[in-house]
C-alpha cells in the first residue's frame, strides 16, 4: 500500500534505523528534552529575579555541550520556544527591594494597612498617596522613532537630538483614593532662593502650585516638613474635618502614584519637550525657565480622575483588596516538585556521549520505558551541567566579596608635579611602583608589629617574674610578722607571770607585817611635856661698838618638776 520496503520495516522495527525525525533530532545541538529543560531553568532563574541574556543563554548551552555555542542557535533557540520564552526590556531593581518582594511581606503591609483603615474608620476621601519624582530639564525620555532607511543605512543620524540641559527638579505629588489630586510641589536646583525667571509662566488663579528651592534639587527633611505643614495640612485639614487622614508616603514600591501615574507623566513631559524641540528646529535652548510651561500640560493631562481611581485600584489600597497584588505570587503552572525535578550529579559528559552509551546499552528503543528513559538522562545532564555552572559562578562570585573585604587605601603615587587643574592620569609603572612601596610599607608595618608583639611578650614575663617575686617576699614578711607576734606573746605571757608572782609575794609580806603590827603594843612618853622657853640671841647694844651679823637669805622656794611652786602647809614651817 505505501511500497515500503520490507528490509526498511524490518530495520525500524528493530531499532536499526531511525525516521528521518528522529535523524534530524540527533543533528541538533541540544535534544529537544535538553531545550526543555534550559526553558524550565531559565523559568526558575526569571522567578530568582534573575532573568538571563542573550549571553547568558549562550554560556548555559555551551556548558551543556561543552564547546562554544554561537549567537544565531541562541536566535532559533528562542523561535522555537516563543510560546514559553520572551524578549523584553527591562530595568534593574534593587537588590534590596527585591529581597523584600515576597507574598510574605506583602500580606503583613496589606493587613496593618487595612486594619488601621477599619480601626479609624479612614473613608476614601481622606485617603492620601504622596510620593516623589525627579525631572532633567532638557532629558527626554526614550521612545520609537521613524527614521530615513538611506540616512540610517549611511549612520548620518541613529538618535534624535535633545538639549541635555540635567538640571534637577524634584516633584512632590499627592493624590486622593477619591480622584482628586494636591496641587503639586517643584523643588528647583539652586542655592540663591526662588528666581523670579523661573516662574515667569505661572498665572495666578490658573496655576495652582507650589515652589521652593534646595542646593542639590532634592528634597530633604526639611523640605518634607514644610510640604506637610504648609501643602498638605492647608489643601486637607478643611475637607476631613474631624475625620482620620490617611497619609502614604514613598519609600515603598507598591503606591498609586509609583506603579500608575509616574510613568505616563514622563511620557507626556517628554511629548511636551520633543514639540518644543520640534519647533524650534532644536536651536534654543532648554532652561529651568521653560520647564513649568512643559511640565503643566503634562501634569493635567496625568492626574485625571480615571488615572487616579485606577492608580489606587491597581495597587489594593482602595478600594482594600490585597489580592490584587497577592495573585501575582501565586504559581498556577502545574510543575513538578524542585527537588524531584533536581538529578543527582553525572559525570559531565556530552549528552552525545550518553547518547552513544545508551544505544549500546538498549536494544530496542522503541519501547515505552527505553524512551522515557533517554528523557530522563538527558534532562538529568542538563541540570547536572547547569548546577555545575552556577556552582561555578557563586565560587567566583564568593571570591570576589572575599577580595572587597580587603580595606582599600590611597595610593602613594608621590606626585612631583603639580599640573594645572590637579587632574593627572597615572601609568601602569606608576601604579606598580606605588604597589610596591605600599607592600615595603607593610612588610615594615609587620615586623614593627612583630616587633611590638615581642617586646610585649618580654615585659609580661619580666611583670609576671617581678609579680612572683613580690609575692615570695609578701609571704617571707608574713612569716616573719608571725613569729615576731609568737615571740612577742611569749613574752608577754614571761612577764605577766614574773609580775603575778611579785605581786603575790608582796601580798605575803603586808600580811605578815600587817600581823606583827597589830600584835607590838604601844610605847609611852618617858616624861611629860613642860613650856620649854626657846633661846634668843643675845643682842648687843649699838654703844659697844659691835658689828651686826648679816641677815640670813630666806630659803628658795620649793618648786615641781614643772615649774610649779610648792606650798607648804603652815604647820612644817
Same mark, same amino acid.
Given at each position: 500500500?505505501?511500497?515500503?520496503?520490507?528490509?526498511?520495516?524490518?530495520?525500524?522495527?528493530?531499532?536499526?534505523?531511525?525516521? +528521518?525525525?528522529?535523524? +534530524?533530532?540527533?543533528?541538533?545541538? =541540544?535534544?529537544?528534552?535538553?531545550?526543555?529543560?534550559?526553558?524550565?531553568?531559565?523559568?526558575?532563574?526569571?522567578?530568582?529575579? =534573575?532573568?538571563?541574556?542573550?549571553?547568558?543563554?549562550?554560556?548555559?548551552?555551551?556548558?551543556?555541550?561543552?564547546?562554544?555555542?554561537?549567537?544565531?542557535? /541562541?536566535?532559533?533557540?528562542?523561535?522555537?520556544?516563543?510560546?514559553?520564552?520572551?524578549?523584553?526590556?527591562?530595568?534593574?531593581?534593587?537588590?534590596?527591594?527585591?529581597?523584600?518582594?515576597?507574598?510574605?511581606?506583602?500580606?503583613?503591609?496589606?493587613?496593618?494597612?487595612?486594619?488601621?483603615?477599619?480601626?479609624?474608620?479612614?473613608?476614601?476621601?481622606?485617603?492620601?498617596?504622596?510620593?516623589?519624582?525627579?525631572?532633567?530639564?532638557?532629558?527626554?525620555?526614550?521612545?520609537?522613532?521613524?527614521?530615513? *532607511? @538611506? /540616512?540610517?543605512?549611511?549612520?548620518?543620524?541613529?538618535?534624535?537630538?535633545?538639549?541635555?540641559?540635567?538640571?534637577?527638579?524634584? =516633584?512632590?505629588?499627592?493624590?486622593?483614593?477619591?480622584?482628586?489630586?494636591?496641587?503639586?510641589?517643584?523643588?528647583?536646583?539652586?542655592?540663591?532662593?526662588?528666581?523670579?525667571?523661573?516662574?515667569?509662566?505661572?498665572?495666578?488663579?490658573?496655576?495652582?502650585?507650589?515652589?521652593?528651592?534646595? %542646593?542639590? %534639587?532634592?528634597?530633604?527633611?526639611?523640605?518634607?516638613?514644610?510640604?506637610?505643614?504648609?501643602?498638605?495640612?492647608?489643601?486637607?485639614?478643611?475637607?476631613?474635618?474631624?475625620?482620620?487622614? =490617611?497619609?502614604?508616603?514613598?519609600?515603598?514600591?507598591?503606591?498609586?502614584?509609583?506603579?500608575?501615574?509616574?510613568?505616563?507623566?514622563?511620557?507626556?513631559?517628554?511629548?511636551?519637550?520633543?514639540?518644543?524641540?520640534?519647533?524650534?528646529?532644536?536651536?534654543?535652548?532648554?532652561? *529651568?525657565?521653560?520647564?513649568?510651561?512643559?511640565?503643566?500640560? !503634562?501634569?493635567?493631562?496625568?492626574?485625571?480622575?480615571?488615572?487616579?481611581?485606577?492608580?489606587?485600584?491597581?495597587?489594593?489600597?482602595?478600594?482594600?483588596? @490585597?489580592?490584587?497584588?497577592?495573585?501575582?505570587?501565586?504559581?498556577?503552572?502545574?510543575?513538578?516538585?524542585?527537588?524531584?525535578?533536581?538529578?543527582?550529579?553525572?559525570?559531565?559528559?556530552?549528552?552525545?556521549?550518553?547518547?552513544?552509551?545508551?544505544?549500546?546499552?538498549?536494544?530496542?528503543?522503541?519501547?515505552?520505558?527505553?524512551?522515557?528513559?533517554?528523557?530522563?538522562?538527558?534532562?538529568?545532564?542538563?541540570?547536572?551541567?547547569?548546577?555545575?555552572?552556577?556552582?561555578?559562578?557563586?565560587?567566583?562570585?564568593?571570591?570576589?566579596?572575599?577580595?572587597?573585604?580587603?580595606?582599600?587605601?590611597?595610593?602613594?603615587?608621590?606626585?612631583? *608635579?603639580?599640573?594645572?587643574?590637579?587632574?593627572?592620569?597615572?601609568?601602569?609603572?606608576?601604579?606598580?611602583?606605588?604597589?610596591?612601596?605600599?607592600?615595603?610599607?607593610?612588610?615594615?608595618?609587620?615586623?614593627?608589629?612583630?616587633?611590638?608583639?615581642?617586646?610585649?611578650?618580654?615585659?609580661?614575663?619580666?611583670?609576671?617574674?617581678?609579680?612572683?617575686?613580690?609575692? !615570695?617576699?609578701?609571704?617571707?614578711?608574713?612569716?616573719?610578722?608571725?613569729?615576731?607576734?609568737?615571740?612577742?606573746? !611569749?613574752?608577754?605571757?614571761?612577764?605577766?607571770?614574773?609580775?603575778?608572782?611579785?605581786?603575790?609575794?608582796?601580798? @605575803?609580806?603586808?600580811?605578815?607585817?600587817?600581823?606583827?603590827?597589830?600584835?607590838?603594843?604601844?610605847? *609611852?612618853?618617858?616624861?611629860?611635856?613642860?613650856?620649854?622657853?626657846?633661846?634668843?640671841?643675845?643682842?648687843?647694844?649699838?654703844? +659697844? %661698838?659691835?658689828?651686826?651679823?648679816?641677815?640670813?637669805?630666806?630659803?628658795?622656794?620649793?618648786?615641781?618638776?614643772?615649774?610649779?611652786?610648792?606650798?607648804?602647809?603652815?604647820?612644817?614651817?
Amino acid at each position: 500500500m505505501f511500497k515500503v520496503d520490507r528490509t526498511t520495516l524490518s530495520r525500524r522495527h528493530r531499532g536499526v534505523q531511525r525516521s +528521518n525525525a528522529a535523524y +534530524n533530532e540527533q543533528k541538533l545541538l =541540544l535534544s529537544p528534552q535538553q531545550e526543555d529543560e534550559l526553558v524550565k531553568y531559565t523559568e526558575r532563574c526569571t522567578r530568582r529575579g =534573575l532573568p538571563p541574556t542573550r549571553e547568558m543563554i549562550q554560556n548555559f548551552a555551551g556548558t551543556v555541550v561543552k564547546w562554544e555555542v554561537s549567537e544565531s542557535w /541562541v536566535t532559533r533557540f528562542l523561535h522555537r520556544h516563543t510560546d514559553d520564552l520572551t524578549i523584553k526590556w527591562s530595568a534593574g531593581i534593587d537588590r534590596n527591594r527585591h529581597q523584600a518582594d515576597s507574598e510574605e511581606r506583602y500580606k503583613l503591609y496589606f493587613d496593618m494597612l487595612h486594619s488601621k483603615m477599619r480601626e479609624h474608620n479612614v473613608e476614601a476621601r481622606n485617603t492620601y498617596n504622596m510620593d516623589e519624582k525627579g525631572f532633567f530639564v532638557g532629558i527626554t525620555s526614550r521612545s520609537k522613532r521613524v527614521f530615513s *532607511k @538611506a /540616512v540610517w543605512a549611511s549612520k548620518e543620524r541613529t538618535a534624535a537630538v535633545q538639549d541635555g540641559n540635567r538640571e534637577w527638579i524634584t =516633584l512632590l505629588a499627592c493624590v486622593c483614593a477619591s480622584g482628586d489630586a494636591l496641587p503639586p510641589a517643584l523643588i528647583y536646583q539652586g542655592t540663591s532662593g526662588l528666581q523670579s525667571g523661573w516662574v515667569d509662566a505661572v498665572e495666578v488663579g490658573k496655576h495652582e502650585v507650589f515652589f521652593s528651592n534646595s %542646593g542639590s %534639587g532634592w528634597s530633604n527633611n526639611d523640605i518634607g516638613l514644610a510640604w506637610l505643614e504648609q501643602v498638605f495640612q492647608r489643601c486637607t485639614k478643611q475637607k476631613a474635618g474631624r475625620s482620620y487622614r =490617611l497619609l502614604i508616603l514613598d519609600g515603598h514600591g507598591s503606591h498609586p502614584l509609583d506603579v500608575v501615574l509616574f510613568a505616563p507623566l514622563s511620557k507626556y513631559y517628554s511629548q511636551e519637550l520633543d514639540r518644543h524641540l520640534q519647533r524650534s528646529q532644536a536651536l534654543l535652548r532648554v532652561t *529651568k525657565r521653560d520647564f513649568f510651561s512643559f511640565f503643566w500640560p !503634562a501634569w493635567g493631562s496625568t492626574m485625571t480622575q480615571d488615572n487616579i481611581l485606577k492608580s489606587f485600584q491597581a495597587t489594593g489600597v482602595w478600594p482594600m483588596d @490585597a489580592e490584587v497584588i497577592l495573585k501575582r505570587f501565586y504559581n498556577t503552572n502545574s510543575e513538578q516538585d524542585e527537588a524531584s525535578r533536581l538529578g543527582q550529579h553525572g559525570d559531565g559528559d556530552s549528552w552525545r556521549e550518553l547518547r552513544k552509551v545508551f544505544d549500546a546499552a538498549v536494544d530496542n528503543k522503541a519501547r515505552l520505558e527505553a524512551r522515557r528513559l533517554e528523557a530522563s538522562l538527558h534532562s538529568l545532564q542538563v541540570q547536572n551541567e547547569l548546577l555545575h555552572y552556577e556552582n561555578d559562578g557563586l565560587l567566583q562570585a564568593a571570591k570576589g566579596q572575599k577580595k572587597h573585604k580587603t580595606k582599600s587605601k590611597t595610593m602613594d603615587l608621590q606626585r612631583r *608635579k603639580e599640573y594645572h587643574g590637579g587632574a593627572v592620569f597615572w601609568s601602569p609603572r606608576k601604579l606598580r611602583e606605588a604597589r610596591a612601596r605600599e607592600a615595603t610599607k607593610r612588610h615594615e608595618a609587620e615586623r614593627e608589629q612583630l616587633q611590638k608583639t615581642h617586646d610585649r611578650e618580654l615585659k609580661a614575663a619580666a611583670k609576671l617574674y617581678q609579680k612572683r617575686q613580690a609575692e !615570695a617576699a609578701k609571704v617571707a614578711q608574713q612569716h616573719a610578722a608571725e613569729e615576731r607576734k609568737m615571740a612577742k606573746k !611569749a613574752k608577754a605571757e614571761e612577764l605577766a607571770a614574773a609580775r603575778a608572782l611579785k605581786k603575790l609575794q608582796r601580798d @605575803a609580806a603586808t600580811a605578815q607585817k600587817s600581823h606583827d603590827t597589830s600584835n607590838t603594843p604601844k610605847r *609611852k612618853a618617858s616624861h611629860k611635856a613642860g613650856n620649854n622657853t626657846a633661846k634668843r640671841r643675845r643682842v648687843s647694844r649699838r654703844g +659697844n %661698838g659691835a658689828v651686826p651679823a648679816p641677815a640670813t637669805p630666806p630659803a628658795p622656794p620649793k618648786k615641781t618638776t614643772r615649774g610649779r611652786q610648792i606650798k607648804t602647809p603652815t604647820r612644817f614651817n
